[in-house]
């Protein structure tokens, strides 16, 4: 039981666009060779703007869709051109708590059934009465109550919804669940409720979380590793402290800069990035960040930057930080 | 010394306090049960028990003071409504009363009866086209071509190649609604599919036949039994109309078409020979419209407090 719960490698997601009928066939570049580590135990925080294809990786790791190149594994089995026998055997492990409380679950099934249907589908309940006391459990666990259990989602406030949800996710007892922005849908104080809730089943099941987020304070309060994406690429990857005290990719700096501060007088100087993402069908050549880097030089138009470590756990994807002895122009 | 609970705030002059508003939307009353669903939704209710007194008229025909609707009498044709003949008599001495209750059966034959085969048969085809992608195109370019036929034109071609039957109007006019049904289902299942708690249950481990059933069919009976209510509507209309033109239920079974079609030479003269067929139609699909137009409000899931 060694190595990494997870391992990606080299993932690429590619959705065909279909155009007119007369018009060439558009490839949309979602997820252009995305690679990582997830530790047990651990909780890594993709992060991004909208559409920087954050949301393709956890579906492609929860298996959702094909995958167009590259591995996963999981826990030393690759996952990623299973058959579907043993995929589904595989689902067990890896579950999912989706953004929006209020679609994701069956407005006509009752939270009893659906709290149920990974323990029967997934046979972790040998008799009936070993389910009752596993969904009892599950509400416990969530912080609800047992009676809510005949009532049926409509019932309930987003934040008791999202807190069923994440009670279906525990059901199947996982190992790794993906948090596809679970809290970004939900008031502040609701918000931190849950955030504290995930973080007290990490201690106590040893879960791994994949949190996929664009706010960056709830990712600051409970993250261990922090992975940040640009048009379906990682350009920066590093421990919480380095990330948020210490980012070296220009990328990073302006996320971490358009961050509100609490304090109205607090000075600050963000780094305003020009222009619009590019469009992931057509990504710009070289560096995809070249076409709005404040820092950019020719050979960013040209050449493409690797994720490369910098030392202590830090990986930047920055011409700039080639040499990591040599430090790089000041910025 | 008594202290006063109530402070009087010195209103300057000029400022005038605002009157109390009145409550802009009367707060929402949930009754529980089936009368106090008859009640939230009046609509239903009204469109129910007009269906329900002609399923009745229908089923009790016999007794309900009629004679044999195609008892000839061509001694007393053409007679006004009178103690006698309630509706009056058609050019064949009929008694147009006894045969627009009669009538009444097979409308609703082929209303129900349409929209329940309708239903099914574009229910699984929906499905089919929603979920297995390759025969998507397939399926609905077929569709599509049938929908660019007008759907009595359709019936009356199919009914040109059968006999004349209640069956087979039934069959013509089945097979040109089930086009309608079908791309309805399939958008639904279309929308139901990216759903996140369709993606929860494959994640759950959940095989895509128990997906269907748990997840995505209970969701698309709301906007089907609403749809199902239009074709019911459409189909007994469709039917009077191949009746009235000739090409559906043969003129020995008295049906609100036929007595129109019967009627129709001497509509400026005798004129309550097409009245009562009308009248009988017009209410019968007013009932069913009434019906769906309620029960889309009722089963809106967005107003999912009764379900």
Partial sequence: MSGPLLQVNDLKK?????????????????????????????????????GCGKSTVGRAILRLFDI???????????????????????????????????????????????????????????????????????????????????????????????????????????????????????DVSVKAQIVNLLQDLQQ?????????????????????????????????MAGRQQIFTAPKHPYTRALLSAVPLPDPGAARNPIILKGDVPSPINPPSGCRFHTRCPSVFDRCRID????????????????????PEKSGPAL | MSISTTRTISIPPGLAIAPQLPDLLRPVKIRRGFLGFLRNYPTVAIGGALLLCLVLIAIFAPYLGTVDPTALAPARRTRAPSAEFWFGSDMLGRDIYSRVLYGTRVSLTVGLSVATLATLAGLAIGLVSGFVRWADGIIMRFIDGLM????????????????????????????????????????????????????????????????????????????????????????????????????????????????????????????????????????????????????????????????
């Fill in chain 1, 14 to 50: 590619h959705f065909p666009v279909r155009g007119g009928m007369f018009s060439r066939k558009a490839v949309v570049h979602a997820v252009d060779g995305v690679s990582f580590e997830v530790a047990r135990g651990e909780t890594l925080s993709l992060v991004g703007e909208s």
């Fill in chain 1, 68 to 186: 167009t190149a590259g591995q996963l594994v999981l826990d030393g089995q690759r996952i990623d051109d299973l058959p579907p026998g043993s995929l589904r055997s595989m689902r067990r492990r890896v579950q999912v708590v989706f953004q929006d409380p209020f679609s994701s679950l069956n407005p006509r099934m009752r939270v009893r059934d659906i709290l149920a249907e990974p323990i029967r589908n997934f046979g972790l309940a040998k008799t009936s009465a070993e389910l009752e006391a596993k969904v009892a459990a599950l509400m416990d666990t969530v912080r609800l109550p047992r009676d809510a259990l005949n009532r049926r989602p409509h019932e309930f406030s987003g934040g008791q919804r999202q807190r069923i949800c994440i009670a279906r996710a525990l059901a199947a007892e996982p190992e790794l669940i993906v948090c596809d922005e679970a809290v970004s849908a939900l």
């Fill in chain 1, 204 to 236: 106590q099941f040893g879960l791994a979380l994949l949190f996929i987020s664009h706010d960056l304070a709830v990712v600051e309060h409970m993250t261990h590793r922090v992975a940040v994406m640009y048009l379906g690429k990682i350009v920066e």
């Fill in chain 1, 304 to 323: 493409e930057p690797e994720l490369r470590s910098t030392g202590d756990g830090q990986w930047v994807a920055c011409h700039l930080e080639a040499v």
């Fill in chain 2, 148 to 307: 660019s036929i007008p759907p009595i034109l359709l019936a009356v071609a199919l009914m040109a190649v059968t006999r004349g039957s209640v069956g087979n109007v039934i069959v013509a006019i089945t097979i040109a609604e089930i086009p309608r049904v079908t791309r309805l289902v399939r958008s639904v299942v279309l929308s139901l599919r990216e759903q996140p708690y369709v993606d929860s249950a494959v994640t759950s481990g959940t095989r895509t036949p128990m997906i269907i059933l748990r997840h995505i069919l209970p969701n698309t009976m709301a906007p089907m039994m609403v749809q199902a209510t239009y074709i019911c509507a459409s189909a007994m209309i469709v039917e009077s109309i191949l009746s009235f033109i000739g090409a559906g239920t043969p003129p020995t079974i008295p049906s609100w078409g036929n007595i129109m079609a019967e009627g129709r030479a001497l509509w400026q003269v005798k004129p309550f020979i097409v009245f009562f067929p009308a009248a009988f139609l017009s209410i019968a699909v007013l009932a069913v419209n009434l019906l769906g137009d309620g029960l889309r409000d009722a089963l809106d899931p967005r107003m999912a407090k009764n379900l």
